[in-house]
C-alpha cells in the first residue's frame, strides 16, 4: 500500500526550531518530487515547499523562505521540513504530499501532523 | 504568485442536485488545474488533474471543464458522499497555490 506517515509535531515556543519527518513506503521514494502542504486550524491549503529526486532543486513560498529548509534521504525514504524561527501564524496541521510522477499533481498525501506554534 | 478564487464560500445542496464551483485564475495556468475533496478532519484527495481528467476510482459523477482562465467542477448529482470542502489547484509553476475552498453543505 502506497503511504505517507508524518511525525514530529508538537507544540513549540516562537522563535524555536523543530524539524518534520514523513516516512514513504509502497513506492520507489527515489523517483518522485515531493511536497509539504500545510492547513492553519480553520483555514485553506497551503503549499509550502517542494523538492525534487535528487535535492538539487527546492522550491519555497515566500513567507518560509530562509526560514524553513525542505530535504529528503533516498535511502530511508524519508521527505523532512526543518522549520526554524517559528511564528505563530505557522501553526497548521502538515501534510507529505507526492506529486504524481507524469502530472505534477498531489497524487498521495500523509494523515498529517499538527505543528502549534504558542508561548 | 498566480491567485486562485473560487466561488461560492459555501454551498447548500440537497441530495441529487447538481453542484456547480468555479475556479478563476489571475493569469494563464494553462490546463494545469486540479481540484481536491476535502472532508473533516482528514487529507484532501485528488478528483480531477489537467483540467478535465478524473482520477482512475472517481466516480463519473464529477466532472473539469476549463475556459480560458475559469475551471469549473461539476457534480452531476449529488451523493451524501460528497458533502465535504473542494479546493481546485494551479500547478502551472513550482509555485502551488490552491483556491481558498468551498464547503457543500446539506441543505
Known sequence: EVQLVESGGGLFQPGGSLRLSCAASGFTFSNFWMAWVRQAPGKGLEWVATINQDESEKYYMDSVKGRFTVSRDNGKNSLYLQMNSLRAEDTAVYYCVREHILYYVFDIWGRGTMVTISS | ?107
Open chain 2, 1 to 107: 504568485d498566480i491567485q486562485m478564487t473560487q466561488s461560492p464560500s459555501t454551498l447548500s445542496a440537497s441530495v441529487g442536485d447538481r453542484v456547480t464551483i468555479t475556479c478563476r485564475a489571475s493569469q494563464s495556468v494553462s490546463n494545469w488545474l486540479a481540484w481536491y475533496q476535502q472532508k473533516p478532519g482528514k487529507a484532501p484527495k485528488l478528483l480531477i488533474y489537467e483540467a478535465s481528467s478524473l482520477k482512475t476510482g472517481v466516480p463519473s459523477r464529477f466532472s473539469g471543464s476549463a475556459s480560458g482562465t475559469e475551471f469549473t467542477l461539476t457534480i452531476s448529482s449529488l451523493q451524501p458522499d460528497d458533502f465535504a470542502t473542494y479546493y481546485c489547484q494551479q500547478y502551472s509553476t513550482f509555485w502551488k497555490t490552491f483556491g481558498q475552498g468551498t464547503k457543500v453543505e446539506i441543505k
